[in-house]
């Protein structure tokens, strides 16, 4: 006989996965947030924004790449959650915006309730941390297109920002300081590469070279830096011009977005220590310079452009905040390229 779940679909499973992760969604509420008996769809109170003059709303998505094939080896679930909202949240809050909420979709081969809940669970701490709601999302089981002990995730959230208040080029001007806000290691990008390394030289997650005080697994696993809070917080203060997510293309391709064709930027690298987790990719992968800054954030995962008499202000509130960071550089007249200089 026949059946969904001898064809490999387990709805049984599904509906514990549901009730396993009930108690992390409501960890990661709003009070906009607005409860849909149905489970089809997730409200959200849109008269909340009536305070704001003219509102626009921002919407962003993305994933978590091939970290997750690492957490997968680990068999560890609970982090990755946190890399994707950081991917999508911050990517909100370099126009201002402030994240609502955030649905998300996980495909997997086969549901094991533990495994959903524990990578759910990560989500909605994401979502705690960011400041936005998880007002949904779906679990799909995909027999015969993904194996049974693999999945991959994805998120959408949508955020809110008055008109204007939104951060970008334009705002940019010559004699602006350029603020790295500190990374907290590799994050979600070049994995590829950091995959790649690991094979060739046949680095065992579990070992912890002489450069790590942890299994080189543990530290690749580290989240995604959320920044969410940080960057409203350092808007705010009036001081910001722009803000760049430092994700694929390194710091040098995602600063220049940031910038309009009449400025560059010139970032001194001694500004700065990277985390020691890039010496070991470059010194074990033998990867050149170039293609480090070009593939990995190098310690910087945000970066902010702000006014030149507010730099050292910006510094000290988010150090109030808990988060390093450092006066990197200068925007100077150009034609919108971000130069890093060693001196």
Same mark, same amino acid.
């Given at each position: 006989?026949?059946?969904?779940?001898?064809?490999g679909v *387990?709805?049984?499973?599904?509906d514990?996965?549901?009730?396993?992760?009930?108690?992390s969604?409501?960890?990661?509420?709003r009070?906009?947030?607005?409860? +849909?008996?149905?489970?089809?769809a997730?409200?959200?109170?849109?008269s909340a924004l009536?305070?704001?003059?003219?509102?626009?709303l921002?919407?962003?998505?993305?994933?978590?790449?091939?970290?997750?094939?690492?957490?997968? $080896?680990?068999?560890r679930?609970?982090?990755v959650g946190?890399?994707l &909202?950081?991917?999508v949240?911050?990517?909100? &809050?370099?126009?201002?915006?402030e994240?609502?909420?955030? /649905?998300?979709y996980?495909a997997?081969?086969?549901?094991?309730?533990? $495994?959903i809940?524990?990578?759910v669970a990560?989500?909605? +701490?994401?979502?705690r941390?960011?400041?936005? =709601?998880?007002?949904?999302?779906e679990?799909?089981e995909h027999?015969g297109?993904?194996a049974? *002990?693999? #999945? *991959?995730?994805?998120g959408?959230?949508?955020?809110v920002? +008055?008109?204007?208040?939104?951060l970008?080029?334009?705002?940019?001007? !010559?004699?602006?300081?350029?603020?790295?806000? @500190?990374s907290?290691? &590799?994050?979600?990008n070049?994995?590829?590469?950091?995959?790649?390394?690991?094979?060739?030289?046949?680095?065992?997650?579990?070992?912890t070279?002489?450069?790590l005080?942890?299994?080189?697994?543990e530290?690749l696993l580290? !989240?995604?830096r959320?920044?969410a809070?940080d960057?409203? %917080?350092? =808007? @705010?203060?009036?001081a910001?011009? %722009?803000?760049a997510?430092i994700?694929g293309?390194?710091? =040098?391709?995602?600063l220049?977005?940031a910038?309009? $064709?009449?400025v *560059?930027a010139v970032?001194r690298?001694? =500004?700065?220590?990277?985390? @020691?987790?890039?010496?070991?990719?470059?010194? #074990?992968?033998?990867?050149p !310079?170039a293609?480090?800054?070009? /593939?990995?954030?190098?310690?910087?995962?945000?970066a902010?452009?702000?006014?030149?008499?507010?730099?050292?202000?910006?510094?000290?509130?988010l150090?109030?905040?808990?988060?390093?960071?450092w006066?990197?550089?200068?925007?100077?007249?150009?034609a919108?390229s971000?130069?890093i200089?060693d001196?």
């Open positions: 006989m026949s059946t969904y779940e001898a064809a *387990d709805i049984a499973a599904g514990r996965a549901v009730e396993l992760i009930k108690a969604l409501a960890r990661a509420r009070p906009e947030v607005v409860d +849909e008996a149905s489970g089809f997730g409200l959200f109170d849109a009536k305070g704001y003059r003219r509102p626009l921002a919407t962003s998505t993305d994933g978590v790449g091939t970290k997750v094939l690492l957490a997968q $080896r680990l068999d679930h609970d982090t946190i890399d &909202v950081a991917m949240a911050d990517d909100l &809050v370099v126009c201002g915006a994240p609502l909420f955030l /649905t998300d996980i997997c081969g086969k549901v094991v309730p533990e $495994r809940a524990a990578i990560g989500i909605a +701490e994401g979502c941390q960011a400041g936005c =709601a998880l007002v949904g999302g679990t799909a027999p297109m993904v049974a *002990d693999e #999945y *991959d995730l994805a959408a959230a949508t955020g920002v +008055e008109a204007d208040r939104v970008g080029p334009d705002r940019v001007r !010559p004699g602006d300081a350029v603020v790295g806000l @500190a907290s290691g &590799v994050h979600s070049g994995f590829s590469l950091v995959r790649h390394v690991l094979r060739e030289a046949n680095l065992p997650l579990g070992a070279p002489p450069e005080t942890r299994p080189l697994g530290e580290t !989240p995604t959320i920044y809070k960057c409203l %917080a350092l =808007a @705010a203060t009036g910001v011009r %722009a803000f997510h994700t293309g390194g710091l =040098a391709a995602n220049a977005r910038l309009p $064709r009449t *560059d970032l690298r001694d =500004a700065w220590t990277p985390p @020691a987790i890039f010496s070991v990719l470059r010194s #074990y992968g033998g990867i !310079p293609e480090m800054d070009k /593939t990995f954030n190098m310690g910087v995962g945000m902010a452009i702000v006014a030149p008499d507010s730099a050292d202000a910006a510094v000290r509130l150090a109030d905040r808990g988060l390093p960071s006066i990197i550089g200068e925007i100077t007249p150009g919108g971000t130069r200089t001196t």
